[in-house]
């Protein structure tokens, strides 16, 4: 059984995103060492624009936005890994045997959150993120289910932090083909990912003043101080 979960919520944008689950296929062909699984989560009024690529995992849903989707899965597949990570279909792997990197660093604490450099924010916020499943299990998400697409990584970021379990590896490249740093085209889905923002940001700023203490406490219990 694998340890590590890799999931990837798409959407094709009209059918013009499928591609990007092929080359994210491609750089983590090249880059694991056997430990991780890939799984992508499809929308069902979309899924009929991907092709089923050997070795992967799809899991069909009615849509949830990015955020929805990316809990319904984590949710459902951690009692079936010990570590769940989340990359966006334009993250690609590039460092050679990342997992065992992780992993190894991993295996001696009670829970993690870790993240790579994806050439575009670095160390200042992990926009792909590796954490242990056991975190997902206490709270019951992997993102606060307020926010649609935006601040998770805000979040994962703050969880980490707080909980002193965070690290950031500048040596292991998850790269982010992203428009901001002009690796890709803008097109529906960024568009729409903008239109989310005030939403999130404001939905994200409650959370954080009313109920991250509690949720961080609900973590120290359940997992740090057993």
Not at 12 to 29: A, M, V, Y
Not at 83 to 102: P, S
Not at 109 to 124: E, I, P, R, S, T
Request: charged share 25%; glycine share 6%.
């Amino acid at each position: 059984m694998k340890k590590i979960l890799i999931i990837v919520p798409s959407r094709s944008s009209g059918g013009k995103r499928t591609s990007n689950i092929k080359e994210l296929k491609q750089s983590w062909l090249e880059t694991t060492s056997g430990n991780s699984d890939l799984l992508i989560g499809l929308d069902d009024d979309d899924e009929h624009f991907y092709e089923r690529l050997e070795g992967l995992i799809y899991d069909i849903n009615p849509r949830l936005r990015m955020i929805g989707t990316l809990n319904l899965l984590a949710t459902k597949y951690c009692d079936k890994y010990e570590y769940i990570a989340f990359l966006g279909d334009d993250h690609r792997f590039r460092t050679i045997g990342w997992e065992d990197v992780f992993l190894e660093e991993a295996k001696n604490m009670k829970c993690c959150v870790f993240y790579g450099n994806d050439l575009l924010q670095g160390a200042n916020i992990p926009t792909a993120v590796f954490m242990s499943s056991n975190i997902i299990k206490s709270l019951g998400f992997m993102v606060p289910k307020t926010l649609i697409h935006m601040y998770a990584d805000n979040f994962w970021l703050e969880t980490g932090k707080f909980l002193g379990i965070l690290k950031y590896f500048n040596e292991i490249t998850i790269e982010h083909m992203h428009p901001a740093a002009n690796k890709a085209q803008t097109d529906l889905q960024y568009i729409e990912v903008d239109s989310f923002t005030n939403h999130d940001r404001t939905n994200f700023i409650h959370y954080m003043n009313n109920e991250f203490i509690s949720d961080m406490q609900k973590i120290k219990k359940d997992i740090i101080y057993v």
